[in-house]
């Protein structure tokens, strides 16, 4: 159902949905068949290691509801290690850990993935300090803040296109990197 309440009046548009596209019959198309599934849920863990770019990004999205993240540092480290993302694409994904990972010791957590991840030290430390100093939530909205004007869109974008090509779900990507709804729509648009 739409509910119209806008300057012009009656509804000036149409109201079949696929009309709203610049090419209704291909986006008819597109979606009366079924949507493409990537259900990280039920893919062993071994597998996921082996997804080279992706494999960092699919396995904290597998495992980031569990009750203690800190049980898969382990691992995290060693896919930081095997991956080796860019420094901006790690920041974005701490702060996605840091809002979205139920933890016991959150500042113990990036201190150990500091000490286990010699690459990325600096950029753990970091994050642990802010969330010791300021709490977790005032943490992760100033380093939001913070990373923007330093450049981090682009890691987050990187992050988002890697996102939009195993098929998350878009609120996810928007909350996970912070990027808006049509940032999202220019990036499926570049990438086409």
């Given at each position: 159902m739409v509910f119209y309440h806008g300057v012009q009046s009656p509804y000036p548009y149409s109201t079949?949905?696929?009309?709203?596209?610049?090419?209704?019959?291909?986006?008819?198309?597109?979606?009366?068949?079924?949507?493409?599934l990537v259900d990280i849920t039920v893919v062993p863990d071994e597998e996921i290691k082996t997804h080279r770019?992706?494999?960092?990004?699919?396995?904290?999205?597998?495992?980031?509801?569990?009750?203690?993240?800190?049980?898969?540092?382990?691992?995290i480290a060693f896919l930081l290690e095997l991956t080796?993302?860019?420094?901006?694409?790690?920041?974005?994904?701490?702060?996605y850990l840091a809002q979205e990972a139920n933890?016991?010791?959150?500042?113990?957590?990036?201190?150990?993935?500091?000490?286990?991840t010699p690459h990325y030290k600096e950029e753990m430390m970091t994050?642990?300090?802010?969330?010791?100093?300021?709490?977790?939530?005032?943490?992760?909205?100033?380093?939001?803040?913070?990373?923007?004007?330093?450049?981090?869109h682009a890691g987050c974008k990187e992050i988002a296109r890697n996102m939009l090509a195993i098929g998350l779900e878009r609120a996810t990507i928007e909350l996970t990197t912070g990027l808006s709804?049509?940032?999202?729509?220019?990036l499926t648009n570049s990438a086409a």
């Open positions: 079949r949905w696929l009309d709203g596209f610049d090419d209704p019959a291909m986006a008819e198309e597109l979606y009366r068949q079924a949507f493409p770019k992706v494999a960092l990004l699919e396995y904290v999205q597998k495992h980031i509801r569990e009750r203690d993240i800190n049980l898969r540092l382990r691992d080796q993302p860019s420094k901006e694409q790690v920041i974005c994904l701490l702060h933890t016991l010791d959150s500042d113990a957590f990036f201190r150990n993935l500091g000490q286990n994050i642990a300090e802010q969330l010791e100093q300021k709490g977790h939530k005032i943490g992760w909205q100033e380093g939001r803040q913070e990373g923007r004007q330093e450049g981090l709804s049509a940032e999202l729509d220019a």
